[in-house]
Each structure stands twice: as structure tokens, then as C-alpha cells.
């Protein structure tokens, strides 16, 4: 079980890389739902994903190859079946935060604003204290969205969350505008 654990890590930690970059363009990029297969769950056929789902139809308790999965919808920018196989894993382990960091990812580039809201509020609450330190950048995203996020309908809140984000990194400059936006 070990070894699943740290190849899950590992694969987190570039699931993480990927979206990290991708973050302004999940931000900003419009999408026409209408015409965009991927927004509603349906996707040509994949041959990693297709493989990937006998793997699990084998074994549906296969986190690594579960993760792996997730991490293909996401790269196939299906977000609806990202977000179904991470909340599979949740299920099976329900104490591993990378798993809601990457459902609030998964949320959040399908416009889904609440229920990323949720999830990357759920990755916060389950990062362990001796996990934090690897987990700083994550931790620091996750308090920038959740700022961004309650600026207008609560300032102070959203203070409170820029300041937790800005503990984690203080270089992020998206969050050092965003502070100085809520304390001017």
C-alpha cells in the first residue's frame, strides 16, 4: 500500500505543475458549453482513458489507477468525469487532501465556483499539520481562491484568507494585488 501512496504523490505533484500553469487561463478562458464536448462529460474515445476504465473495472478500489484517470479526463479537459473519479477517490480515501485539491481544480475549470469553493475549503481542512510544509503552495492557492472568491460578499473573511495564503507564499503576486486590493 505504501508504494501506491507514493506514486499517487508523485502523480498529485504533477497533476499540480499542470495546473498550476493552467490557472490563469481556468480563470479567464470562456467556454461555449454548447459546443465544447468535454463541458458535458462526453469525450471521443481515448486510449489511455479506455484503458485506464478496464483497469478499474477490474479493480474499482484502484486508487493509483483511479488517480490516473482523473488525471487523463483533466488532461482531455472532460471536467465532469474528473470530478466524478476524484470524488471516487475521496471515497476510498478520505483523508488524502490532494484529492479535493484536485476535485476544487476540476470545479474550478468547469466554471463551477461553489463547488470548487467547497472542495478547495474540504483541502484545506484535511491537509494533516505535518503534511503543511509540503503542501505550502497548494495551501496558499487555496486561501487566494477562497479570497477571490469572498471579496465582495465578505471582506473580512477574505482578508483573513489572503493573509493565510500569503503565510504559505509570500511571493505569489496574484495574491500580494489581491491584498492590497482588500486593504486599500
Do not use: R
Not at 493552467?22 to 486510449?47: I, L, R, W
Request: aromatic residues 10%; glycine residues 2%.
Amino acid at each position: 500500500m505504501k508504494m501506491i501512496k507514493i506514486d499517487i504523490k508523485n502523480l498529485f505533484l504533477g497533476l499540480i505543475l499542470v495546473g498550476s500553469v493552467s490557472f490563469v487561463n481556468a480563470q479567464t478562458t470562456k467556454t461555449d458549453s454548447t459546443n465544447n464536448t468535454a463541458a458535458t462529460g462526453q469525450t471521443g474515445s481515448n486510449p489511455t482513458i479506455d484503458s485506464l476504465k478496464k483497469q478499474i473495472e477490474a479493480n474499482p478500489k484502484d486508487t493509483e489507477s483511479l488517480a490516473k484517470l482523473a488525471a487523463a479526463y483533466q488532461e482531455a479537459s472532460d471536467w465532469t468525469n474528473a470530478v466524478e473519479t476524484w470524488k471516487k477517490i475521496s471515497a476510498l480515501l478520505p483523508d488524502w487532501a490532494p484529492s479535493y485539491y484536485s476535485q476544487a481544480y476540476a470545479y474550478q475549470s468547469a466554471k463551477d465556483d461553489a463547488n470548487a469553493k467547497i472542495a478547495y475549503e474540504k483541502y484545506i481542512a484535511t491537509v494533516k499539520p505535518e503534511e503543511v510544509e509540503q503542501n505550502k503552495k497548494n495551501l496558499a492557492y487555496a486561501y487566494f481562491y477562497l479570497a477571490f472568491a469572498e471579496q465582495k460578499n465578505d471582506p473580512a473573511k477574505a482578508k483573513e484568507h489572503i493573509a493565510k495564503s500569503l503565510q504559505y507564499d509570500p511571493t505569489n503576486q496574484d495574491a500580494i494585488k489581491l491584498n492590497k486590493v482588500l486593504n486599500s
